[in-house]
């Protein structure tokens, strides 16, 4: 299993304002995923970061907007820029298991409010 | 129509209930079947694996996926107010190590 940690744990932010989550894995893992939870909306893939090469954004998410970093095996980080309400989501960093087995572990999210 | 359909809930159910728990998904290339539980604030965590049409049983819980009929379902016996949380389902095609999450079921046991 891995250790995920993130933070914030959540914030309140203002419109136009960019927030950076920070993802701390307590092993090396190869790639490591972002994910949007709205509310009653099912969880949605932003990107997959691999280290040393630029993230993988899903259909309906940009780069500009949502910037990611890679630095090392163990962290990673996600901008959410130039916010608005409709970025008002819980935001979720996640890591597969050894082999793939379909699991997936997560940290307790950020869960972000702009106003 | 979404890939895959979850009823949201929320379920309320007494201690000690049955709980049938459903998704229905529209791709039959989906080839691995996931049950995640949610407890409020807190991430997802895997609780059932199947690939196989069929039954898995592991302690109070049972997955169970139709393949013919494009519908898997996880039950939980003498349902606990631990148990209440928003339970996900999640499946993946061969080969992906991205899965399709359903909406999530709020389940409520009350004492």
């Known amino acids: 299993s891995a250790v995920i940690s993130q933070k914030p744990s959540r914030d309140i932010c203002q419109r136009g304002t960019s927030l950076t989550i920070q993802c701390q894995v307590d092993?090396?893992?190869?790639?490591m995923f972002w994910y949007r939870q709205q509310p009653g909306q099912s969880l949605t893939l932003i990107a997959t970061a691999n280290q040393g090469s630029e993230a993988t954004y899903e259909s309906g998410f940009v780069i500009d907007k949502f910037p990611i970093s890679r630095p090392n095996l163990t962290f990673s980080t996600l901008t959410v820029s130039n916010m608005s309400p409709e970025d008002s989501s819980i935001y979720l960093c996640?890591?597969?298991?050894?082999?793939?087995?379909?699991?997936?572990?997560f940290g307790e999210g950020s869960r972000l409010t702009v106003l | 129509q979404k890939e895959v359909e979850q009823d949201p809930g929320p379920l309320s159910v007494p201690e000690g209930a049955i709980v049938s728990l459903n998704c229905t998904y529209s791709n039959s290339a989906f080839q691995y079947f996931m049950w995640y539980r949610q407890y409020s604030r807190k991430g997802p965590e895997l609780l059932m694996y199947?690939?196989?049409?069929g039954n898995k049983e592991d302690g109070r819980f049972t997955a169970q996926v139709d393949k013919s009929s494009k519908y898997i379902s996880l039950f939980i016996r003498d349902s606990q107010p631990s148990d209440s949380a928003t339970y996900l389902c999640?499946?993946?095609?061969?080969?992906?190590?991205?899965?399709?999450f359903g909406r999530g079921t709020s389940l409520i046991v009350h004492p």
């Open positions: 199947t690939y196989s049409s």
């Open positions: 999640a499946m993946t095609l061969g080969g992906s190590y991205i899965p399709t």
């Open positions: 092993s090396q893992v190869t790639m």
């Open positions: 996640s890591v597969g298991g050894q082999g793939w087995t379909g699991e997936l572990f």
